[in-house]
């Protein structure tokens, strides 16, 4: 919401600057979002007259003036404007001036042997627009030596404020000022609208086919009007907030949108077919050529003003080009309805429509002084453009807003923390337009004004046809009437608490801290949140970017990492290649990585905390962790550059097991990763024989050439929903034993069908008391070995604990891990 400071001063007695006008609006909850002083950069122009103008002796394209600039001296300046002649009224800036178009501080100089004291300014120079044609040009009464930005009221500050869902009455000017006097910085000015004298039949006449397209609707003709451009002051004051002059008509309720809140809307009378406009809902098919030159198809659910012919406006939110007023109207048709602000809101972002008068009827306009602002727009269009008015056309009734709220004195302190005396929170509710019905020493009971239509409204006057605001269907009825009942007593009284408070300044109200509920906080998140932020910090360190994607694609697509059932194919999809939901978040990463491999980038490293669907139930929902890797592992000093494979994957994988808590030593390594990952270079890591904690591998060939992947891609999914939460123990004093650990070399020969992991665990499991770290360092295949056969070499850490080993016991436990091996893997020790 924009409006300059006279326009303020219009509705506000009051001799405060912008500055105090700034604070005390955020003080008392209308936070000002700008002060914009237009005059500031313009301070040092002043309005000068050419004196003379002459050919410049050593240019072809200049010109040397005399410029009078109001101070009795005559200033020499080279000019090179095409329109620069005597006698002309334009506006100059003297050396020391900054020029906001160009970026310079003027200073007095010589143009080709001739002294430029001044310079004559262009609109653009002066950061007024684009125009840089020629100079300005001022009308002959413009009196030389002014300020320019005080001549052309520039000097007129522009507040901009942040207005809240709830506050519709702050988007006029008069409830801004209302809102300022009522905290104490000025007088309220008195407003009323003046009388209006018929002088002939409407001939118009309103009505209501649906109670849903419109509630209450008043409408009044002139004729014999001239639609020409408005007065200086109207077009400035538009201009001001944004706002472009159009024509008088059009600017008359452009101003009463903004100057009291009223969206109102004119009819060319001529261009209307029939005698009666009709409030009504869209019919099928029906469209609307609207004012901003867009067509739109109407819906059964847009309440619209039809004429004979169909729909003339979007009730509400916009009008008609068709029946728009144009400078050949002679006889225009004033409306002013009152819409149901959810059915208003509704129709504007069904068709993405945004509207100044949109944004006062979704939050609720005054529903009482119709008649009075509809008599002010008529006087102002008898005063600007001529005419004489009609008899006023009305249709519905005005709705039942009259209302009454209780506050209890002790709740301005129970909710706000603020100590106030009764007397005081009486006067500012008072001041603020609420009239007392009813006191005592506990409590008083306040007639909310009707310009407030956040506060105790009943909102069933709005839902005549459905419009309004529901419960959630699935509630019970006596659970929805329990609400409904909770709400009406709770909502009122903490509404006028709140104004009470902010009323004096929400500055003034004390910070008050929450009760602690226990000397130590519970933790703000549930293991899954914490699992799913460690997870993005694990794998942020070892070097992949996270990524952020759609949880939907193309089914195509997603066929190839899995079903795709009918139930999660979407509906009304955002695209349609994204209109299947995503088996795992690997098919997302893998697009974004063919993405990077087209534009120069084919090794990248992504990963994404995301959530993989099989069907619509929660349990067929499951939060994955999961990474690729394509292309070359980066080039170093120390080692060459080699192709990804299933081991990185691994490796990622159980590097973020281990940091989630997941029992590492219970973990095994198993072939049966799904079939998007190539069959002999994958697998899963299981907890037990069954839990699945994560799969690994390289990418099928045929998945990464249907992505267009031309190069090794490997990837990883870790289930964190799989991952049990970490059990609470007390943590004891570390052990740390006294005597060296032992380190033994066992190379066995073995089948190459047998997993290294199962031979690790038969070592490990051979004497849990002394073995501490069993870790696989070479594996050999090649033609010194029988066929089929592989060499796994392993280190085995023994850790005394009592007392240092003898030889004769450490070859004890080495016996025990050779025996254990082979009873376990068939495995032999090479000898």
């Not at 105090?20 to 609006?25: E, V, Y």
């Not at 939060?623 to 490796?651: C, F, L, N």
Request: glycine residues 10%; hydrophobic residues 45%; proline residues 7%.
């Amino acid at each position: 919401m924009r409006f300059t400071l006279s326009w303020l001063r219009d509705h506000l007695e009051t001799e405060a600057d912008a500055r105090a006008i700034a604070d005390t609006l955020t003080r008392i909850g209308l936070e000002v979002e700008s002060v914009e002083d237009r005059a500031a950069a313009l301070g040092g122009f002043r309005i000068a007259r050419v004196v003379e103008a002459v050919q410049h002796p050593n240019a072809d394209r200049l010109r040397a003036l005399k410029v009078d600039i109001g101070d009795g001296r005559l200033l020499s300046v080279v000019c090179g404007a095409p329109n620069a002649r005597a006698g002309m009224i334009g506006v100059a800036a003297l050396p020391g001036a900054f020029i906001p178009g160009t970026g310079i501080t003027l200073k007095a100089g010589e143009i080709r042997g001739v002294t430029s004291e001044a310079m004559m300014l262009s609109a653009r120079e002066m950061g007024l627009g684009d125009d840089h044609a020629g100079i300005v040009e001022l009308p002959g009464d413009a009196q030389v030596g002014e300020s320019y930005a005080r001549w052309a009221g520039l000097d007129d500050p522009v507040i901009e404020i942040s207005v809240t869902p709830n506050r519709g009455d702050a988007l006029s000017v008069r409830g801004i000022a209302r809102d300022l006097a009522a905290a104490g910085l000025g007088r309220l000015k008195p407003w009323s609208a003046p009388a209006i004298a018929p002088a002939y039949p409407s001939p118009l006449k309103w009505t209501i086919e649906d109670p849903r397209a419109c509630l209450w609707v008043l409408g009044r003709a002139v004729r014999g009007l001239r639609n020409g451009p408005s007065p200086e002051w109207l077009r400035r004051r538009l201009l001001a907030i944004g706002l472009r002059p159009i024509s008088a008509l059009v600017d008359i309720t452009n101003f009463f949108t903004f100057d009291l809140g009223r969206p109102l809307h004119v009819f060319d009378v001529a261009k209307v077919k029939g005698a009666t406009l009709a409030m009504r809902m869209a019919r099928p098919g029906e469209e609307l050529a609207a004012l901003n030159g867009r067509t739109y198809a109407l819906t059964a659910e847009d309440g619209v003003i039809a004429d004979a012919a169909g729909p003339e406006a979007l009730g509400g939110v916009i009008g008609g080009e068709h029946s728009g007023c144009d400078e050949t109207t002679t006889e225009c048709f004033i409306e002013c309805a009152l819409f149901d602000p959810v059915r208003i809101a509704l129709s504007g972002r069904r068709h993405d429509i945004r509207t100044d008068a949109r944004a006062r009827f979704e939050r609720g306009v005054d529903p009482h002084l119709l008649p009075a602002f509809l008599d002010a727009a008529t006087r102002m269009i008898l005063d600007l453009c001529g005419g004489e008015p009609s008899e006023v056309s009305e249709a519905g009734a005005e709705p039942a807003w009259r209302r009454e709220a209780t506050l209890r004195f002790h709740r301005v302190a129970a909710l706000g923390g603020l100590d106030l005396p009764p007397a005081e929170s009486v006067a500012r509710l008072e001041r603020l337009g609420f009239a007392v019905t009813a006191r005592d020493e506990a409590s008083v009971t306040v007639a909310v004004p009707s310009w407030r239509n956040d506060i105790a409204v009943d909102r069933s006057a709005y839902r005549a046809g459905g419009g309004g605001l529901a419960l959630a269907r699935e509630l019970p009825p006596e659970r929805a009437a329990a609400v409904a009942a909770g709400v009406a007593a709770v909502e009122p009284e903490a509404d006028l608490v709140e104004e009470v408070l902010r009323l004096g300044g929400l500055d003034a109200v004390p910070p008050v801290s929450l009760p602690v509920l226990a000397a130590v906080p519970e933790p703000a998140w549930t293991p899954a949140q914490a699992r799913a932020a460690l997870a993005r910090r694990v794998l942020a360190a070892r070097g992949m970017k996270e990524a952020v994607s759609f949880a939907f694609l193309a089914r195509e697509t997603a066929a190839l990492f899995g079903e795709t059932p009918d139930s999660l194919r979407l509906v009304n999809p955002i695209a349609a290649d994204l209109d299947q939901m995503r088996p795992t978040p690997v098919a997302s990463l893998l697009l974004a990585a063919a993405r990077n491999a087209a534009r120069g980038f084919p090794s990248v490293a992504l990963a994404e905390i995301g959530g993989a669907y099989r069907d619509t139930t929660p349990q067929g929902q499951a939060a994955i962790a999961a990474g690729v890797r394509t292309g070359h592992t980066p080039r170093h000093w120390a080692e060459p550059s080699r192709p990804v494979d299933a081991m990185d994957a691994k490796g990622d994988a159980m590097a973020l097991l281990a940091a989630l808590g997941a029992p590492m030593a219970g973990i095994t390594a198993a072939a049966g990763a799904p079939g998007w990952y190539h069959p002999g270079r994958s697998g899963v890591l299981r907890q037990g024989p069954k839990l699945v904690l994560a799969t690994f591998g390289e990418v099928h060939p045929k998945v990464r050439a249907a992505l267009g992947l031309d190069g090794p891609a490997v990837a990883f999914e870790v289930f964190l929903d799989a991952i049990a939460d970490p059990k609470r123990r007390r943590k004891g004093v570390p052990e740390l034993p006294p005597f060296q650990p032992v380190r033994r070399d066992f190379a066995f020969l073995v089948d190459g069908s047998v997993a290294a992991e199962a031979l690790l665990r038969a070592a490990k499991g051979a004497d849990k008391a002394l073995i501490a770290e069993v870790s696989l360092f070479d594996r050999y295949a090649g033609d010194r070995l029988p066929p089929g056969k592989v060499s796994l070499a392993i280190e085995v850490v023994i850790q005394p604990r009592e007392r240092t080993l003898t030889e004769a016991e450490i070859e004890v436990v080495s016996q025990k891990i050779v025996a254990a091996v082979g009873k376990a893997t068939g495995a032999v020790l090479r000898t």
